[in-house]
Nanobody
Framework: QVQLVESGGGLVQAGGSLRLSCAASGPTFSSRAMGWFRQPPGKEREFVAG??????????ADSVKGRFTISRDNAENTVTVYLQMNSLEPEETAVYYCAAHFAPYMGYDVLPGTGQTLYHYWGQGTQVTVSS
């Protein structure tokens, strides 16, 4: 059974940090590139960060470069993906989603891409609220 479960969201003051986790289980998840997205209130969901199957390649939205770090721990049939968020800003208040790329077994360092349609499996989201 495929399952993605995010955790680690909460309330933080501007300038603070949070670490989100995504536990993804299923037969091929450790072999998929993964990504984080977010949806601010009243806005479209947007790409935040992506990581290759191996963890060796990462990409970020321009707005979070230098402040956010995506990483992953692979195990048989499971993967945990992290998003370390530093220097958070109030406009980053959003529901944060973890997602798995539609294609398993891509090249080890191939990035998943920024488009939402590239991702087939999604978690339920975790709320991050940044107070000013």
């Amino acid at each position: 059974q495929v399952q993605l479960v995010e955790s680690g969201g909460g309330l933080v003051q501007a300038g603070g940090s949070l670490r989100l986790s995504c536990a993804a289980s299923g037969p091929t998840f450790s072999s998929r590139a993964m990504g984080w997205f977010r949806q601010p209130p009243g806005k479209e969901r947007e790409f935040v960060a992506g990581i290759s199957r191996s963890g060796g390649s990462t990409e970020y939205a321009d707005s979070v470069k230098g402040r956010f770090t995506i990483s992953r721990d692979n195990a048989e049939n499971t993967v945990t993906v992290y998003l370390q968020m530093n220097s958070l800003e109030p406009e980053e208040t959003a529901v944060y989603y973890c997602a798995a790329h539609f294609a398993p077994y891509m090249g080890y360092d191939v990035l998943p891409g920024t488009g939402q349609t590239l991702y087939h499996y999604w978690g339920q989201g975790t709320q991050v609220t940044v107070s000013s």
